[in-house]
C-alpha cells in the first residue's frame, strides 16, 4: 500500500493545512445541517477528495464523536471496507456523458439501502461535458430529501456558474511547506524512516503544496530505509544551495567570465530546467528578503530586477523545444544587464525597447573611426556628429552675413528656417510622443514600424498588414504630416508601405 493511501486523514483532527474547512464541515455534522450539495475546489493534493469522503463517511454514521466518524459502526466499517452501497463516488474524467449522469439521477431517486442518506461523490467534476452538467443542473438544484452531492475540482473555473451557484463552495489552499516536513517527520517516524531534516525540507518545496505529492516522493527517496539529502538532491535533478548563492553572486557582481565557467559546471551536473529555475527564484526570494530586512548590500530593486528577469523566462518554459538554451540565455542576459541602455535597443527592435534604452548615460557611435558621445536624455533630441558641421557651416553663413550687407532680413529667415530642418535633428520618438497627446491608438501602430527619412520625407515600413491599413489611412498620414510640421516645420510627405524592402530602423539612427 502506497504511503498516501496508508497515511490518508480519516477524521477531521487528521486533516492537514485545511483547518477552516474541516471546522465548518465537522460544525454542520454536529448541527445536523449538511448541505445539498458542496464544490469542493484547490490544487492537486490539497485534500478535497479526502474531505468529500470524511463528509461522506460521518453523514451517515450512527455515532459520531464530537463531529468525527466513529469508526467502528456498521456505516463506518463499511465505508471503509469499501462496501457501503449508500456512497457512490464517480470519476468526471471517465464518466462525463450525459447517459452517465441520467443514469446518476435515475438511481439517485431510490431509497438508501442502510444509512440515512446517499452520497454522490464526483471527482474532477469539470470534465463533464456541456449535456452532463445541464442533465444535472435540476437535480442539483432540487435533490431528493435523501440525497447528497459532493464535488470536487482542480479547474472551477471550468464549472458552468449555474453549477456553482446551487453548491455550497470551499476553496483549499495549498498546503505550507512547514505543515508537510511535520507529516512527513510523522510518517518517517511511523515507518522507521531514518530521514535528515533538510531531504524533508527539499521534498516539501518539490511537493509544491500537495501533501500527496509530498508523500510519493519521501516513498521514492526511501528504498534503502534511509532519505538522505544529498540523494533527494540526485533523484530530483537539483543542485546545492552553495552554488545557487554563487550564481546569484556572479549575476550581482556582473561576473561574465565566471558566469561561463559557472554554465560548465551546470551542464556537468544536467540539472533539470524547472528545477533549476525554481532553485534560482525560491534563492532571489531568500535574498530580496534579507535585503528588505537590511541583511544585505545589494539594494532590493536590483534583486527584484533580476527575479523578473528569471519570472518572465520561466513562463516560456514550455514554449521554448531545448530547456537548456532559455536557462544559459536567461544567466548571460542577467549577469550583462548592466549593458541594457545599449542592448536593448537591439534585442527588442521596437521603440519601446528603445526608449527604455535612453535614460541612463552615453552611447556610442560605432562603424565610425572617430567615436562621438551622444549624451541621451528624456526630452532631448539625439544629435550626430553632423550636428557639428551643420554648426560650424551655420557659424560661417552667419559671419558673411554680417559682413554682406546686400543680404537682407527676408533672405536672412529664409536661411534659418532652412536650418531648423536638417535631417540629423530628427527625433522618432519625439514624434510619438507629441502623436500619444492627440492619437494614442496611432502610436500603438507607429511603435511596430522601421524608418526611412530624409530631409522632410518620412517612410514608415510595417511587418504585420493591419498596422499598415491603419496608419496608410489618409487621416493617419495627414496627422502625423501636421505634428511634424509642428515639430520642425516644413512640409512633410508621408509614406507607408509592407515589409520587403531595405530600410533603417530606430537603432541605426542611434548607434
Excluded at 13 to 32: C, E, K, P, Y
Excluded at 98 to 118: Q, S, T
Excluded at 301 to 326: C, H, N, Q, T
Excluded at 404 to 426: H, L, V, W, Y
Amino acid at each position: 500500500m502506497s504511503l498516501y493511501t496508508k497515511y490518508r486523514p480519516r477524521d477531521w483532527d487528521s486533516v492537514i493545512g485545511q483547518d477552516a474547512i474541516s471546522t465548518v464541515l465537522r460544525t454542520s455534522l454536529v448541527q445536523g445541517r449538511v448541505g445539498h450539495a458542496y464544490i469542493l475546489t484547490g490544487s492537486r493534493g490539497t485534500g478535497k477528495t479526502t474531505t468529500a469522503r470524511i463528509l461522506a463517511k460521518g453523514v451517515n454514521c450512527l455515532d459520531l464523536q464530537n463531529g468525527n466518524p466513529c469508526h467502528i459502526c456498521a456505516h463506518c466499517v463499511a465505508f471503509d471496507d469499501g462496501n457501503m452501497l449508500d456512497c457512490i463516488e464517480i470519476d468526471g474524467a471517465s464518466n462525463n456523458g450525459v447517459e452517465n449522469v441520467r443514469d446518476l439521477i435515475e438511481k439517485a431517486r431510490f431509497e438508501p439501502n442502510i444509512g440515512a442518506y446517499k452520497i454522490y461523490i464526483i471527482d474532477e467534476v469539470h470534465m463533464l461535458s456541456t449535456g452532463a452538467f445541464n442533465a444535472l443542473l435540476k437535480t442539483l438544484e432540487e435533490p431528493p430529501k435523501h440525497v447528497k452531492f459532493i464535488l470536487a475540482t482542480t479547474e472551477i473555473e471550468k464549472v458552468p456558474e449555474t453549477i456553482r451557484s446551487r453548491s455550497l463552495r470551499f476553496d483549499f489552499k495549498k498546503i505550507s511547506e512547514a505543515d508537510i516536513v511535520k507529516r512527513l517527520e510523522y510518517v518517517c517516524e511511523q515507518e522507521g524512516i531514518n530521514a535528515e531534516k533538510e531531504a524533508l525540507q527539499i521534498i516539501a518545496r518539490a511537493a509544491r503544496g500537495a501533501l500527496r505529492d509530498a508523500l510519493t516522493l519521501t516513498e521514492q527517496n526511501a528504498v534503502n530505509g534511509d532519505i538522505s539529502t544529498e540523494y533527494v538532491r540526485s533523484t530530483l535533478s537539483l543542485i546545492e544551495d552553495s552554488l545557487i548563492e554563487e550564481i546569484i553572486s556572479t549575476i550581482v557582481q556582473n561576473d561574465k567570465e565566471k558566469m561561463i565557467a559557472i554554465l560548465d559546471i551546470l551542464r556537468s551536473r544536467h540539472a533539470e530546467v524547472r528545477g533549476l529555475f525554481d532553485q534560482i527564484l525560491y534563492g532571489l526570494r531568500d535574498a530580496m528578503m534579507a535585503s528588505f530586512q537590511g541583511k544585505n548590500t545589494t539594494s532590493f530593486v536590483e534583486y527584484s530586477d533580476i527575479f523578473a528577469l528569471f519570472e518572465s523566462a520561466y513562463g516560456r518554459i514550455k514554449s521554448i523545444p531545448d530547456g537548456w538554451l532559455l536557462i544559459e540565455i536567461t544567466l548571460l542576459r542577467a549577469v550583462a544587464r548592466g549593458e541594457k541602455a545599449v542592448n536593448n535597443s537591439i534585442s527588442l527592435g521596437g521603440v519601446e525597447g528603445t526608449q527604455r534604452g535612453l535614460g541612463e548615460g552615453t552611447v556610442g557611435v560605432r562603424g565610425k573611426k572617430d567615436t562621438k558621445n551622444i549624451q541621451i536624455s528624456e526630452g532631448k533630441e539625439i544629435r550626430s556628429t553632423r550636428d557639428d558641421k551643420t554648426t560650424e557651416k551655420q557659424k560661417s553663413t552667419d559671419t558673411k552675413k554680417i559682413e554682406d550687407p546686400e543680404i537682407n532680413s527676408e533672405g536672412q529667415a529664409k536661411k534659418e528656417e532652412k536650418a531648423e530642418t536638417p535631417s540629423s535633428t530628427f527625433n522618432y520618438i519625439r514624434l510619438l510622443e507629441a502623436i500619444k497627446n492627440t492619437k494614442a491608438t496611432l502610436v500603438l501602430d507607429l511603435k511596430t514600424a522601421r524608418f526611412e527619412q530624409s530631409d522632410t520625407n518620412l517612410t514608415l515600413i510595417f511587418s504585420k498588414g493591419w498596422h499598415h491599413t491603419r496608419a496608410n489611412n489618409p487621416a493617419m498620414r495627414t496627422l502625423i504630416s501636421e505634428t511634424l510640421e509642428t515639430l520642425y516645420g516644413g512640409t512633410w510627405n508621408i509614406l507607408c508601405r509592407l515589409e520587403g524592402t531595405p530600410g533603417a530602423n530606430i537603432a541605426d539612427e542611434i548607434f
